[in-house]
């Protein structure tokens, strides 16, 4: 592979990928948006500047990694106790819906498959594609608000939270039962193996860096170990327990997300992320999508996967909350705050692309479904917000 490439390559990407970013940041839409939006110009879709490789693969996949780190250490242990069961049950309700609806969805497209076929499995992870929520976007919307505290608004987040984790398991349920030689109890038994390791080794390490962060507060050495400890879950993860390879970095967050510096440790990995890994993952979706190779049947596929995509998440989280005692407005609150998706829903296509579990042209299902909820949510729950609340 030629150096002097590849540092064209990432001068190119990072430099546009910020441009748009921006600009998209501008019309009130979140920045990933405007990233995946610039992938898609410079790839095979537009302007060929850029061509994905072995190389741009591999930093995306350190994006990957940083991203679910991060997730895990904004995770509000405290928050997620005090809405408890509610959220659980909410979370439960919003992730099988949707992945009931998106299996369907795939079938009726392209034929009923017998379970265990390759299509069977394809269809399943279309509905596992549905099944993520974006907690980041979820977040700022509910901040702008000023509804980030209040029942709903944390009933929202921590079954945001929740629905991420479940959906994560998902996933890795999914892309196991598609290996001939894997069974739902050896699928299951290594997923408990796998949480019981980090759970022991998390409570070590934890009070190991606790003590270490008391000590030297904000010293560079507790980001350091947070991310060695990162990458070594997420090999662990993925090498000896067939887990996917997030599932590790998204726990190691949730391991040091109680840590009086987790906040630190999250900026310091935020500056690692914002200026160049996380920029190259979200354009390499764009870089993997070719626009030209779309015809008529995946563009009503896309446009019906957006419909199922938004009203499955409604339907699931609003009448789990309406069982949880929730009424009125408040439904539609709750189920229109989970209907956001953003970097889960790509990191999970990106996966299913490289299992062969999907093909690269529902990419553009899946963009679009980003695209459609990130600027609708908020629209839709301003709108709710600012009628009153019935009392009756």
């Not at 979140?30 to 061509?51: R, T, W």
């Not at 999508?289 to 995946?298: A, E, K, P, S, V």
């Not at 446009?303 to 009448?319: A, H, N, R, T």
């Amino acid at each position: 592979m030629d150096k002097l490439q590849i540092l064209r390559d990432l001068a190119i990407i990072i430099i546009i990928a910020k441009v748009f970013g921006l600009i998209s940041r501008r019309l009130k839409a979140p920045q990933v948006v405007g990233e995946i939006v610039a992938g898609l110009i410079l790839g095979p879709s537009i302007l060929k500047m850029v061509n994905s490789n072995d190389f741009i693969s591999g930093v995306a996949e350190i994006g990957v990694i940083l991203l679910m780190f991060s997730a895990g250490l904004e995770t509000n242990i405290p928050q997620l106790r005090k809405t408890g069961m509610k959220a659980t049950v909410i979370a439960c309700s919003g992730v099988f819906v949707p992945l009931v609806f998106g299996t369907a969805l795939y079938m009726a497209f392209y034929g009923w498959a017998p379970p265990s076929s390759d299509d069977f499995f394809k269809a399943v992870f279309i509905g596992t594609i549905l099944t993520a929520t974006s907690v980041s976007i979820t977040v700022q919307v509910l901040k702008e608000l000023g509804k980030i505290s209040d029942e709903v608004g944390t009933t929202i987040l921590s079954a945001a939270i929740i629905d991420d984790v479940i959906g994560i398991l998902v996933l890795t349920v999914v892309m196991s039962f598609r290996d001939p030689n894997s069974v739902i109890s050896d699928v299951i038994l290594r997923t408990i193996a796998f949480f019981i390791l980090a759970f022991v080794v998390g409570i070590l390490l934890y009070k190991i860096i606790k003590a270490i962060d008391k000590k030297h507060p904000h010293t560079q050495r507790i980001p350091i170990i947070g991310l060695a400890l990162a990458l070594a879950l997420s090999y662990l993860a993925d090498k000896y327990f067939g887990i996917a390879d997030i599932t590790g970095a998204y726990v190691a967050g949730i391991i040091l997300s109680s840590l009086d510096d987790s906040a630190y440790i999250d900026r310091k990995m935020d500056v690692n992320s914002y200026m160049i890994f996380g920029p190259v993952f979200f354009v390499s979706i764009g870089l993997q999508t070719d626009l030209r190779t779309i015809d008529t049947t995946i563009m009503l596929f896309s446009v019906c996967f957006v419909i199922v995509g938004l009203l499955s998440k409604i339907i699931g989280c609003g009448l789990a909350g309406f069982l949880c005692g929730y009424r009125n407005r408040d439904i539609l609150k709750i189920g229109v705050g989970m209907m956001t998706r953003g970097e889960v829903a790509l990191i999970v296509s990106k996966k299913g692309l490289e299992a062969g579990m999907m093909d690269g042209k529902f990419f553009t299902a899946v963009i679009l479904l980003i695209v459609v909820s990130s600027i609708l949510t908020p629209i839709i729950l301003k709108m709710l917000y600012s009628e009153p609340t019935n009392t009756n």
